[in-house]
């Protein structure tokens, strides 16, 4: 019935997976479908599977078809938000008295659903430097159910290798999980490589226009993906139609956007780190990033984020937080419009005085797609 074959390349996938034109009017486009309840011929009589938008949506399974098809996965789940994607999945796959590993530098958000929510609730956790094998595995329990990976970080862009953590994983009966948020599936394809869940805050790079919030999970194994949907309409976290096909338009670009984040990102960071006010670049496409091999060996490309530290400390990073122009100050990262933002006292505030605070003097960037002549004008500026 699709008009592609299951070899179709990516950005193929991206345009045209769970999008075949509407049977009602030809439209090329997954209408939106605003609508909560559907008309039933005969009780139970239901003419395409829908019976109330919470269990399911025609734009919202576009979307969550589409995401399968570009992770990889059976199943694509489209949620509210990426932390209502989170919430949902750890409370499938684990109960009070299990464990979980989480990166030593996890996102704040994925950090506070673990302290606040998930510990009070009986499921231990332990923030490990992921990039560190043995260290991984030494942690590891009898109760531990999941290792919780994000490669690359926020902010910090560390790298872990997937490949090496699933076979840690499951040598351990754990679930390896990727936060696929930074790389996106167009740079990195978690599931090919052993993971058994891909998380996305769709807010970021596959919504990619800074306009909708929202997350998704994929999954590789069928059962799990059964059970994910059974809590997804249990717990009621979905996104709505209007979100969804925000999202669905987002993805369509995803291949070119990234394409043009990773090479403005590459450009950037080359001019960074002959900067004299710069002590220090982070960007997994660093030759002397400690996880370059393993970044150059599971991505495309490095992607559009890059963090540096100002060699003059936490006051002179603030100023150039706040002196650039095209470079808006502001949290959030993904979209096609550059963002720059003092994670110690923006994004990653809520991790001061934990395990995964951040050095004080750090500037993050998300690089756009803006005419890099005119961000890098704009840089220079502010870092003068
Ligand atoms: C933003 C983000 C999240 C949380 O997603 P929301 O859509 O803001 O709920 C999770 N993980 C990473 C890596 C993020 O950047």
Redesign the pocket.
């Known amino acids: 019935m699709d008009r592609f074959s299951d070899a179709a390349g990516f950005e193929t996938l991206a345009i045209h997976a769970g999008q075949e034109p509407d049977p009602a009017t030809g439209a090329v486009v997954p209408p939106i479908y605003q609508v909560s309840t559907y008309k039933q011929d005969g009780i139970g009589g239901l003419r395409g599977g829908y019976e109330y938008s919470r269990s399911g949506n025609p734009t919202r399974t576009a979307l969550e078809e589409c995401l399968a098809a570009i992770e990889g996965g059976t199943r694509g789940l489209a949620f509210a938000?990426?932390?209502?994607a989170?919430d949902t999945l750890l409370r499938t796959i684990c109960k009070p008295g299990d464990h979980v590993l989480i990166p030593g530098d996890a996102?704040g958000?994925?950090y506070r659903l673990f302290a606040k929510v998930l510990e009070p609730w009986g499921v231990a956790f332990d923030p490990v430097p992921l990039s560190d094998i043995g260290a991984v595995r030494a942690a590891l329990r009898p109760e531990t159910v999941a290792i919780w990976v994000?490669t690359p970080t926020?902010p910090l862009l560390g790298v872990a290798d997937i490949a090496a953590l699933a076979q840690v994983a499951h040598g351990a009966g754990a679930l390896l999980v990727v936060?696929n948020?930074?790389a996106s599936p167009y740079l990195q394809q978690p599931l090919a490589l052993g993971a058994d869940v891909v998380?996305h805050?769709?807010?970021?790079y596959l919504g990619g226009h800074s306009d909708v919030?929202?997350?998704a999970l994929v999954v590789a194994d069928g059962s799990l993906g059964e059970q994910l949907t059974f809590h997804q309409n249990a717990m009621g976290a979905i996104a709505g139609p209007f979100d969804a096909w925000l999202t669905l338009r987002g993805i369509k670009t995803l291949g070119v956007r990234m394409e043009r984040h990773s090479a403005n990102a590459a450009a950037i960071v080359d001019m960074l780190v002959r900067h004299p006010r710069v002590a220090e670049v982070r960007y997994p496409g660093l030759p002397g990033h400690p996880g370059y091999d393993v970044a150059a060996k599971q991505m495309r490309a490095f992607g559009g984020m890059v963090s540096f530290r100002l060699a003059e400390g936490e006051e002179a990073a603030v100023r150039v937080c706040e002196k650039t122009e095209l470079f808006t100050l502001g949290e959030?990262?993904g979209g096609v419009e550059s963002l720059i933002e003092h994670p110690g006292r923006m994004t990653h505030a809520s991790a001061a005085g934990s395990p995964l605070e951040v050095p004080p003097d750090l500037v993050r960037l998300s690089v756009g797609i803006e005419d890099l002549d005119d961000l890098m004008r704009d840089l220079e500026r502010a870092l003068a």
Do not use: W
């Not at 938000?81 to 209502?84: D, H, I, K, Q, V």
């Open positions: 938000s990426g932390l209502a989170e996102y958000g994925t994000e926020n936060d948020t930074f998380v805050s769709t807010t970021k919030v929202g997350g959030s990262l």
